[in-house]
Nanobody
Framework: QVQLVESGGGMVQAGGSLRLSCAAS????????MGWFRQAPGKEREFVAA????????YYADSVKGRFTISRDNAKNTVYLQMGSLKREDTAVYFC?????????????WGQGTQVTVSS
C-alpha cells in the first residue's frame, strides 16, 4: 500500500507562484513514476505533469509547459510541482499520483488533493 499526501496549496494572485509537495510513504519504491493531475469545478480531472523514476524524463500538459516544473527527491520520497505565472484557469484541486509501471498517464495510487486558487 502506498500513501500520498499533498501540501503547499493555497490562494495566490494571478502571476504568482506556488510549490506543491507530495510525500510518499508505505510500500513506495524510488523506481515509481510520479505525476500531478488537477480537477477544476465542473470539469474532468486532467493531466498536468509527470516525471520518471530517476527524474530524467518529464512530461507536461501544453497548458502548463514553460510555467510549471516537476521534480523529485528520491531520498525524501517527495515529488514537487513548482508553479509559476499562475493564471485563474489554474484554479483546481491538484492531485499527486504514483505508478510502479505503465505510461505516464496511468497511475495506481492517488493522494487526496490540495486546493490551489488563483485570484485576479
Amino acid at each position: 500500500q502506498v500513501q500520498l499526501v499533498e501540501s503547499g496549496g493555497g490562494m495566490v494572485q494571478a502571476g504568482g507562484s506556488l510549490r506543491l509537495s507530495c510525500a510518499a510513504s508505505g510500500r513506495i519504491y524510488s523506481n515509481y513514476g510520479m505525476g500531478w493531475f488537477r480537477q477544476a469545478p465542473g470539469k474532468e480531472r486532467e493531466f498536468v505533469a509527470a516525471i520518471s523514476w530517476n527524474g530524467d524524463v518529464t512530461y507536461y500538459a501544453d497548458s502548463v509547459k514553460g510555467r510549471f516544473t516537476i521534480s523529485r527527491d528520491n531520498a525524501k520520497n517527495t515529488v514537487y510541482l513548482q508553479m509559476g505565472s499562475l493564471k485563474r484557469e489554474d484554479t483546481a484541486v491538484y492531485f499527486c499520483a504514483a505508478r510502479p509501471s505503465g505510461t505516464y498517464l496511468e497511475y495506481d495510487y492517488w493522494g487526496q488533493g490540495t486546493q490551489v486558487t488563483v485570484s485576479s
